[in-house]
């Protein structure tokens, strides 16, 4: 696999673009991992998650300051979601949270993915948007039974979800949307007592970054359909030491000369609950290159980090030690990708392509 010196993808710091704003308590315990898209006008928005006292998340919305071709700053437009449905919330917590976004232009809609976390814990859920503003909820996400793993995906706690851009070919042939999860294996996070369980042919059971579809005429019939998952393979896991524990995907992949540029993150440390904000771990950033007929394979991969916590704001914070890559935008021909430092502010960095 790759390293980061011949990776053709690097990442620079350009600095911080978001803290939490003094006096406001929706943004009391963090501003973080943003979604992204531009609204109809082509103006560029973040969706922020925002934090408020007692770990209850919002999807906010915020537009981008740009000061010579370069994100430094946000102005503030109010909040799109909210935890107000009942899935979304359990009797002691309550969040919709790390909004990841993705625009399909052959639905014309922005497609969210995020992490309702209702009464059972974490849970993966969709919704569409043609403004970024009015969000549709479609509800959680459901995963088609698959007799040849042995195992219901629905039984398991999922984060990191995001769709691709444009339609790939499913296994089974058929034009399909491409969806990127990652399953928690630990069922006694659900029910105490249960353990890891694991589909059939898995024989690590650390958490890794799978790909499910869904048929494009299914959803052009149904836009509902975009919550019903099928045709699930196994993508990429833990392979290095920057993500010894886990893996997880990060901003919508982007297409690119070689294929498919994925960021993702790495994990080391230990991981205490679920359910906790985690005080052991190390958030890093990485890449993949995915094959532009075919997903699944993995071409090219870093051994190491594009970008791993240095800084005080990505040392020190509501979870210490984190970079966290959530969007991607490109902005007069520049690309940028939007990350969470710490859980707790919000920050940006050049994305550059190094020609081989």
Known sequence: MSTPVNFPYTLTRMGVIMTPEEGNDLEAEGVLNPGSGHTPD????LLPRLVATGNVSRVGLAKVIITDGVPTGVERDGVVLEPDQGWERGANNAGVEDPRVTFIPRLRLHVMTYVAYGPLGP???VAVSSDLRDWRRLGPALFKYDEALDMDLNLFHNKDTVFFPEPVTGPDGVESFAVLHRPMWDLGEVKPGEGIRVPAGVTDTRQSIWISYIPV????????KLTFWSGHRFLAGPEFPFEALKIGGGPAPLRVPEGWLLMHHGVTGTIDSAFSQQQ???YSAGAMILDADDPT???ARTSEPLLKAETPDEISGIVPNVVFPTAIEEIDGVRFVFYGMADSKIGVARLDHVPA
Do not use: E, H, M, P
């Open 297 to 299: 394979i993995v071409l």
């Open 217 to 224: 005429a299914d959803v052009l019939a149904d836009i509902t």
């Open 123 to 125: 849970r993966t859920a």
């Open 42 to 45: 082509g103006t560029l928005y």
């Open 280 to 282: 052991k771990v190390n």
